[in-house]
């Protein structure tokens, strides 16, 4: 599944300028570490407060605040295709904003327009899969440790979009049934996600397969530990509010961010003529 079809471009030694219509092949996406998930999750409860905070005060009601983030998400995403390498500043912003955008699709959609939370997922899950498939067939891996062409670029925030989505509508199904409240849907999506990582490093579940569903799952575990900090105590949440909540994980992410940025320890190599990264 993570075998590669296209060439690798011839990567200079130091010194040497790259030859004519060569450029290194630098990854667009950050390497996975520790950072990388727990910006992720908190990107993911930022996505669930925000929206929340600007449907509540900004006036705009679900419809307004939807095209105004869609707005800005495609302003951002503009910037970053049109970037040489990955940026961890452009690139989250990239994510909390589509985490946002993600969100407000499945909001509308439940809200808005009446649609089932069984049928919204199924949806979801129909149009990820489709997105997979077409993905594969015309790159011949899913593999994150290659987003280095626009093409490739392009089906990854895809396929990011419907994740958050997906994970939203999924995870307001399950809550919704079990009806568990916030902190043991938390609870249960972190359990969800151990056991993929169980069955990547003990079972041998393939990696690309590994890092979608956890990356699906870390959509409602995010909602859940939101939900469960901003939700007023009667509502068995800790009352924080959405304004303090998405203050403090932005805060949090932005640290993170400017670390990140300074110290490149999520940066990945490009890739130098027939060998591949790893």
């Known amino acids: 599944m993570t075998h590669e079809t296209s060439e690798s471009q011839v990567v200079p030694e130091a010194g040497q300028r790259a030859p004519s219509g060569h450029r290194p092949r630098w990854n667009k996406v950050p390497e996975l570490t520790v950072y990388f998930w727990i910006i992720k999750v908190l990107c993911t409860t930022v996505g ?22 869609s ?24 994510v909390a904003l589509i985490s946002v955008v993600g969100t407000l699709i499945s909001d509308n959609l439940t809200d808005n327009m009446g649609v089932p939370l069984e049928t919204s997922t199924t949806v979801f899950a129909i149009v990820l899969a489709v997105v997979f498939v077409v993905w594969y067939r015309r790159e011949r891996t899913l593999s994150i440790h290659h987003i280095d062409t626009t093409s490739r670029e392009s089906f990854y925030w895809l396929a990011v979009l419907f994740t958050f989505a997906l994970g939203t509508a999924a995870g307001d199904l399950v809550s919704e049934r079990l009806d568990l409240g916030y902190w043991l849907s938390a609870v249960l ?13 003990a079972l041998g579940l393939d990696a690309v397969w590994s890092f979608w569903i956890a990356y699906i799952l870390t959509r409602p575990l995010g909602a859940s530990v939101g939900d469960y900090l901003s939700q007023p105590t009667g509502d068995s949440g800790l009352g924080l509010g959405t304004v303090v909540t998405s203050a403090l994980f932005l805060a949090v992410i932005l640290g993170l961010v400017v670390y990140l940025s300074a110290t490149r320890r999520d940066v990945s190599e490009p890739e130098r003529a027939g060998v591949p990264a790893a």
Request: net charge neutral; no cysteine; aromatic share 10%.
């Open 48 to 69: 669930e407060t925000a929206a929340d905070l600007l449907n509540e005060k900004a006036g705009l009601g679900l419809t307004g605040v939807s095209v105004l983030m």
């Open 71 to 94: 707005a800005l998400l495609a302003v951002v995403l503009v910037v970053q295709f049109r970037t040489s390498a990955y940026r961890a500043g452009v690139y989250w912003l990239a």
């Open 189 to 201: 999506f972190a359990a969800a996600i151990a056991a993929v990582a169980i069955a990547h490093f």
